[in-house]
């Protein structure tokens, strides 16, 4: 843990942040320095084509930051750029030299961190939810949902893009890893797409969850077919279905981010699951919800691996590194109960968690 090797697993600190009886970082994971103004969209961190760990984190603040996170655990800022909207979707070209940045402006920009130059690739009719790099093994290109009903694909290159395909619903979560894609939209559609060749529809699924979709996630075991991901909804719920499951019973949900103690009434209050990330590495899952928790899950054992104690915020996004060993996950209000709940007082954090033991699957017996 964090006060023996790294985040990285070499040499270490101990966390920045003095804690106090506080709930605001009750976990004792290191901050981020300087943190978004605003609610935080979405965290990404470099892919293992570059050897440091760089994060970016896009919010509501119109901004995409970034830093360098080094193996002690301390933060560098090194740059920020600007949309003309609240930003809802970052992620990394293949090879790390480029960050995309999906906003409420209806467009999309590539940021390339060598020039430090950012230009529009993508537009859309409506706000862009969510931006995807897809390497595939005969093309790359960017693949951009959005609320006008559209899945679009861009040669970056290329100021049109090379495929449209229209939606039932607006896109509300993403998730790619070549040569899959899956989409949830609103009306509760699943759909997913095979992207080999070029990108087409491979099935549309019943969701398995009756309240709306808030965020999808591909399993990253690849050697365990078949594939398939987890779906998350605002009523503390988190689905797990395979494509073309061996057996039904390999589907199944399972209910989280709710309070534990239920009141004599018998109900409990239940929270969005806000975001799903797979670990790289053991392939076991964790959750972020609105009740300010995170937890972590092996889904192959059906079981809860660690939860974690409440923030005094919702945490809003969460991300692993490309080597496992560190789960980032951002704190800051997502305007669940409306804006009169909102309380300026309260900042936006970053928290940065040594993970890689916690994260390893039940030992099966």
């Not at 930051?65 to 740059?79: L, N």
């Not at 009719?125 to 093994?137: E, I």
């Not at 199944?252 to 004599?264: D, G, I, Q, V």
Request: hydrophobic share 35%; glycine share 6%.
């Amino acid at each position: 843990m964090f006060n023996q090797g790294g985040l990285g697993g070499s040499t270490f600190g101990s966390p920045g942040a003095t804690v106090g009886q506080t709930t605001h970082n009750p976990m004792k994971d290191f901050e981020v320095t300087s943190p978004p103004d605003d609610s935080i969209s979405s965290l990404a961190f470099s892919p293992a084509s570059i050897p440091q760990n760089f994060l970016i984190a896009g919010s509501w603040d119109n901004n995409v930051r970034c830093w360098e996170v080094e193996q002690s655990g301390k933060t560098i800022p090194k740059s920020m750029q600007m949309m003309q909207g609240p930003v809802l979707d970052v992620c990394w070209s293949d090879d790390g030299s480029k960050v995309f940045m999906a906003s409420c402006d209806k467009q999309v920009k590539v940021w390339d961190l060598a020039s430090n130059q950012t230009m529009q690739v993508a537009a859309h009719d409506a706000p862009v939810k969510t931006c995807h790099w897809v390497q595939g093994s005969n093309y790359s290109c960017l693949m951009t949902g959005s609320w006008d009903k559209t899945l679009k694909f861009w040669d970056t290159r290329s100021p049109t893009p090379m495929m449209t395909i229209n939606l039932p619903e607006r896109v509300y979560c993403a998730d790619v890893d070549y040569p899959m894609a899956v989409v949830g939209t609103a009306g509760r559609v699943i759909i997913v797409y095979q992207l080999e060749g070029k990108p087409q529809e491979f099935k549309r699924i019943d969701s398995p969850l009756k309240y709306q979709h808030r965020c999808i996630a591909i399993f990253r075991d690849k050697k365990k077919q078949p594939t398939g991901f987890a779906l998350g909804s605002v009523e503390g719920r988190v689905a797990i279905q395979y494509v073309n499951p061996a057996s039904p019973k390999d589907n199944f949900t399972f209910k989280c981010h709710r309070t534990s103690n239920t009141a004599p009434n018998g109900y409990q209050d239940i929270y969005a699951v806000n975001d799903i990330a797979f670990h790289p590495v053991h392939g076991t899952l964790a959750t972020v919800g609105s009740d300010g928790t995170f937890s972590f899950w092996d889904k192959d054992a059906r079981t809860k691996l660690k939860p974690s104690e409440p923030m005094d915020q919702p945490i809003t996004a969460c991300a692993f590194n490309h080597t496992g060993h560190i789960f980032a996950y951002a704190v800051s209000y997502d305007w669940s109960k409306g804006h009169e709940y909102y309380n300026p007082a309260k900042k936006s954090c970053i928290f940065l968690r040594s993970c890689y033991e916690e994260m390893k699957p039940r030992a099966s017996s």
